[in-house]
């Protein structure tokens, strides 16, 4: 794909920094000719990766991660990245309603995140990370 | 976030205003726990997101939370002026199932 423009985003994994990470792409997502509602979508995808990755994949303690955004051939691309314990099984990961934090979490982050992106690749390796990418087509390119 | 509880009769009135998430909810979470001891016959939740601006599931794991405490009382759950993008949220979840999407706090407390 040609790159249009990228951004790339490190910090640690403060919980404070969710709200900068989805506020930030949406920034820049919003070069791009989107819908409000789209823009929001992207938020709540945002959030609920970059969540995972405190909650689950450092186990709320501190690690670094990763946030890229690009843009390019009609599609906005969204990779959120951590180091941490990582998934055992994805596909029951992916499941709607399942959580390894029962008595707090309702295990719907990556439901949203399925539902409010056009196309998602989940890949993770326990003990060594996780790594969401998602895309957005966005047939009009910049606004 | 801002937010503010308050208790009318059986019901449990909680005016959100910003953005519920991951870094916001614990305390929300605590403070509308304490108050729904403190209180231990309120029957229904009114949650005014007129001025709420984000929610995720985070926010979302909170009010499921409070609402399995009022559920075995056979209360109700309502949500006041969701805009578009939490009502999508809310769908998404499922919660749309279990609550119901009103115009003002009063017509409920009218009605219950
Ligand atoms: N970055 C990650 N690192 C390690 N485990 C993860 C990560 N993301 C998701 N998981 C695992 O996948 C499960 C499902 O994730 P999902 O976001 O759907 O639900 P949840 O986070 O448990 O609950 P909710 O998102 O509703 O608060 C999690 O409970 C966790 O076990
Ligand atoms: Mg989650």
């Known amino acids: ?143 | 976030m801002q937010y503010s509880i308050k208790v009318v009769g059986q019901a449990l009135i909680t005016t959100l205003q910003g953005e519920l998430d991951l870094h916001t909810s614990p305390q929300f979470k605590a403070d509308i726990a304490a108050k729904m001891e403190a209180y231990p016959d309120i029957k229904h939740l009114i949650f005014d997101v007129k001025n709420m601006s984000f929610i995720d599931s985070s926010g979302l794991g909170v009010i499921l939370g409070r609402y399995r405490e009022i559920q075995p009382r056979g209360g109700k759950m309502y949500f006041v002026q969701a805009n578009p993008q939490i009502k999508r949220v809310l769908q998404v979840s499922g919660l749309h199932k279990i609550s119901e999407f009103v115009n003002s706090s009063q017509e409920v407390l009218d009605r219950v």
């Open chain 1, 1 to 143: 794909m040609e790159t249009k423009n990228w951004i790339k985003l490190e910090f640690p994994s403060e919980t404070v920094n969710v709200a900068f990470a989805r506020t930030a792409i949406a920034l820049f997502a919003a070069q791009l000719d989107l819908t409000l509602d789209e823009l929001e979508d992207i938020k709540v995808a945002v959030s609920e990766a970059v969540s995972n990755s405190v909650i689950h994949g450092y186990q709320n303690n501190l690690g670094t991660i990763i946030v890229q955004a690009s843009y390019g051939n009609g599609q906005l691309q969204i990779v959120v990245e951590d180091f941490g314990q990582g998934i055992p099984d994805i596909e029951l990961a992916k499941e709607t309603g399942y959580t390894t934090i029962p008595q707090e979490r309702m295990g719907l982050g990556l439901t949203f995140i399925y539902e409010y992106m056009d196309d998602v690749v989940l890949t993770s390796q326990v003990n060594q990370g996780t790594k969401v990418t998602m895309k957005k087509n966005v047939p009009n390119q910049e606004s």
